[in-house]
């Protein structure tokens, strides 16, 4: 109805400085009630042909800037983010299903970081000289923008991982095309509104909504953008290795993990299990970097495993705006199904579901009773080779198992495809450096999770990436590097 349609927020296209409607829409739920609440534009080609072109027709005058001001226009933008970082992490747990607090305090903040990090960061970087003496020469090189940057992220952490793209890229002097997740497009919007205000040139930063398979294949595929940094899955990084493979693009993918703890039996359990919870559940285990299999030795298994189930279960999950809740809703009704599936399929070989799903029961709030929630869900007893020990399921659902020996750990922790992250608990610091060199993994937390130094490199080994992300990482992707020879 009228008075039904009137009360969704509509997005618009954000393209040459200027918000334009689309001409066909798709819509988007609110994860915690089921309920449409906004309606985002289905762009496909021609929209994203008309943000290269504004994209393009601002590169030669962003590119021209001195660092300086493009990083106090980034500072800016920081500013006018944190100014409305209340409304922001409102939009982002209502958009995603997040809980409020998680949006306060980790996906807003870092978002606002993310541009002042890079703000700074660009000042910092130096160039190579050598000298070649006897041939009268000196080399150097010297790094410049690429150009247009077709940037892809997913709907996880939203904000915070779109602009851990658009901040480097745009320090660098590149303009970019954005496209957001179909699924969390509100906060990409809502900073557009702030872009002017903060100096950005038109056409700089341009976001197209849509879904991957039109709007992203679109830029994928659009021979004036040489280069696509994507976060998402694995297989849609294939597809986008593909399509782009005609047109030779610099491509930057950080995907999936299937991520291991080691806890070894020396390891301080007070802080072990308070952290493991986190690595497992936190943002409804989904975030790329959330822990999935844990791996326990055998003198410790019993007693963590008694301990660790029984702080699951008081995790409060329900209404991701109330501030007491630990856990909101998930993405999609699909993803709830496909994440329940999982647990069914380890039901069905003979593991044991030791809590949440299936077990316990979730008692909701009446507004909320058509959310896709679920609980904090163990598994134990659970073989290496079973498909929720082997692919990434991406929602709160966590693998128990027990381990005897180092040698023996290390092997089974790298017998999946994927590399990403890692953490090892023990107190014996020879052994944490031995495990850490050994796993096959982008990045290894001993005795800590997720604590990051933006400096230092991100991403992930085999199936969880190509490229790494971070101040240095970001430069060289975000830049083409010449060498220039000089004889005297
Ligand atoms: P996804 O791959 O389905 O989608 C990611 C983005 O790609 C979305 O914007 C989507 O619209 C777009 N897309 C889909 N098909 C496309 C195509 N053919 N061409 C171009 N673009 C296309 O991933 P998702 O479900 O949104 O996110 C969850 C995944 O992201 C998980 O696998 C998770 O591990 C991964 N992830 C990785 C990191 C990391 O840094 N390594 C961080 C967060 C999430």
């Not at 393209?15 to 739920?29: E, Q, R, T």
């Not at 198992?401 to 610091?429: C, Q």
């Amino acid at each position: 109805t009228m008075a039904h349609s009137k009360a969704l927020l509509v997005l618009e296209n954000f393209i040459a400085g200027k918000f334009v409607p689309c001409s066909s829409y798709l819509n988007s739920y609110n994860p915690s009630t089921g309920d449409v609440y906004c309606r985002v534009p289905d762009s496909g080609k021609e929209e994203v042909e008309a943000a290269v072109k504004a994209a393009k027709a601002a590169f030669p005058i962003w590119s021209s800037k001195s660092l300086l001001e493009r990083s106090q226009i980034l500072n800016k933008l920081a500013d006018l983010i944190e100014h409305d970082l209340e409304a922001f992490a409102q939009a982002e747990s209502k958009d995603q299903g997040k809980t409020i607090t998680f949006a306060r305090t980790v996906d807003i903040p870092r978002a606002v970081y993310n541009f002042r990090f890079f703000a700074s960061s660009i000042l910092h970087h130096t160039t190579e000289c050598t000298e070649m003496a006897t041939m009268g020469c000196v080399h150097y090189t010297s790094r410049a923008p690429v150009g247009v940057a077709g940037l892809i992220s997913p709907w996880n952490l939203p904000l915070y991982l779109l602009t851990w793209k658009i901040a480097p890229a745009i320090a660098c002097g590149n303009t970019v095309v954005a496209k957001p997740s179909e699924m969390t497009s509100v906060t990409a919007w809502m900073m557009c509104k702030l872009l002017e205000k903060a100096g950005v040139p038109h056409g700089v930063v341009n976001v197209v909504f849509g879904t991957g398979a039109k709007a992203g294949e679109a830029l994928v595929c659009h021979p004036d953008v040489p280069l696509i940094s994507f976060t998402g899955s694995t297989l849609t990084a294939q597809r986008i290795t593909e399509k782009s493979a005609p047109h030779c693009k610099r491509l930057s993918l950080e995907l999936g993990g299937k991520n291991p703890a080691i806890i070894f039996d020396d390891a301080d359990l007070s802080q072990c299990i308070p952290t493991t919870l986190r690595s497992s559940f936190a943002n409804q285990g989904e975030i790329c970097l959330c822990t999935s299999r844990i791996f326990v030795q055998r003198g410790i298994y019993s007693e963590f495993l008694k301990r660790f189930v029984a702080e699951a279960k008081k995790w409060k999950v329900g209404n991701p705006s109330d501030p007491t809740v630990d856990m909101g809703a998930l993405i999609s009704k699909e993803h709830l199904e496909k994440v329940r599936s999982y647990v069914k399929k380890a039901q069905g070989e003979g593991a044991k579901v030791l809590c949440g799903e299936g077990v316990d029961s979730l008692a909701l709030p009446t507004g909320n009773q058509k959310g896709y929630f679920m609980l904090p869900t163990i598994i134990a007893e659970v073989k290496d080779e079973s498909c929720c020990m082997q692919e990434e399921i991406f929602g709160p659902v966590t693998c128990v198992v027990a381990f005897d020996t180092e040698e023996e750990v290390i092997k089974r922790a790298n017998s999946v495809k994927y590399g990403l992250a890692a953490t090892v608990w023990s107190s014996n610091v020879g052994r944490v450096h031995r495990v850490a060199q050994r796993l096959q993994s982008g990045l290894v937390w001993t005795n800590c999770w997720l604590v990051r130094d933006l400096n230092l490199p991100f991403g992930g080994m085999k199936a969880s990436g190509i490229g790494r992300e971070g101040a240095k990482d970001s430069y060289e992707f975000f830049t083409e590097v010449k060498t220039i020879t000089i004889k005297h």
